[in-house]
């Protein structure tokens, strides 16, 4: 069992850390080139992790649900903690599919020669979208590393 926690946390906390980077260092770096730059880094960011992270978000979830059901199984402190988590990036994901994805399909299909008058203002609402995403991701990380202290 807790092999299964540390591989939970090593992969949900290396999802969280990118998360991170690409809300802090990644999209403001981008945000001070010009315009051209910023919206072609912008669409190929969006495909790649289009097709990275629903992998990763999925792992995370299943990981955090099998260590939660184990640890309420068993009796274990810590259980609610974990079922806090599992609800937390479920709820991420739906905050994603619902907020954040339809966005992101929009900047990956952009023409780079014709960009939309309101490709500024999406991104914008992109990035505020993702700081409450991240918010949630790092609630539930710690929340799910308590749960598993809590059971040791």
């Not at 199984?73 to 905050?95: E, Q």
């Not at 500024?120 to 991701?137: A, G, N, P, Q």
């Amino acid at each position: 069992m807790q092999l299964l926690e540390l591989i939970a946390i090593l992969i949900s906390g290396l999802m969280v850390g990118n998360e991170i980077a690409v809300g802090f260092i990644i999209h403001p770096t981008l945000s001070r080139t010009r315009s051209e730059v910023y919206s072609d880094s912008a669409r190929a960011l969006a495909r790649v992790y289009g097709r990275v992270m629903p992998i990763w978000y999925a792992a995370t979830a299943v990981l955090f649900g099998i260590v939660a059901f184990e640890l309420y199984r068993n009796g274990t402190n810590g259980y609610r903690l974990a079922i806090y988590s599992v609800l937390l990036v479920v709820g991420a994901i739906v905050f994603t599919l619902n907020g954040l994805l339809p966005i992101n399909n929009r900047i990956a299909g952009w023409d780079l020669n014709r960009l939309p008058d309101n490709w500024e203002s999406e991104i914008w609402r992109w990035d505020v979208l993702h700081f409450i995403r991240v918010v949630m991701l790092m609630i539930a990380l710690f929340l799910f590393v308590a749960a598993c202290f809590a059971s040791a």
